[in-house]
């Protein structure tokens, strides 16, 4: 169902064109096991986050997530990089979507307690190229923060 996803991404279809809705979640999945392979620690409790995120996000079984996000694994695996990946899936996500997105990658990003200077920066990539200002991912990030310090 999702092999066709970065051939439309990526493909001749123009950028107006939007996504289905399980298309642009596998998308943003996508980005998110992107930010959480960005130090090279790619673990089962990155895997587990990151399923729990997507159940969440749109109300998934585990099971649904766990497929999503091993779609969105093979996907990220294969996707060029990411500038030309992160604006393809900017041409066609609402801009309303993009802060809610930086959120989520937030809370992969800090998902093990610590920041990485690698997924730092890859965040602020994704941010800029999705159109979403620093001051915008700085609020996503200090909400992400202090929701998980409130727990």
Known sequence: MFRSLLP???GDDPP??????????VAIAALMVRIARADNH?????????????ARRRSLSAADAADRRAAA???EAEAPDT????RAIKDRIALEERAEIIGALWEIAL???TRSADEDAM???VASLLGVSDVES???RQQVAGAASGR
Request: glycine share 4%; proline share 0%; hydrophobic share 40%.
């Open 73 to 75: 694994e093979m996907i």
């Open 111 to 113: 998902a093990d307690g």
């Open 42 to 54: 790619y673990g089962k409790d990155e895997r587990t986050h990151i399923d729990a995120l997507l």
């Open 138 to 140: 700085a609020q996503q």
């Open 16 to 25: 107006e064109t939007t996504l289905s809705h399980d298309d642009a979640e």
């Open 8 to 10: 439309r991404l990526l």
């Open 83 to 86: 500038v030309r990946f992160t």
């Open 123 to 125: 965040i602020r990539l």
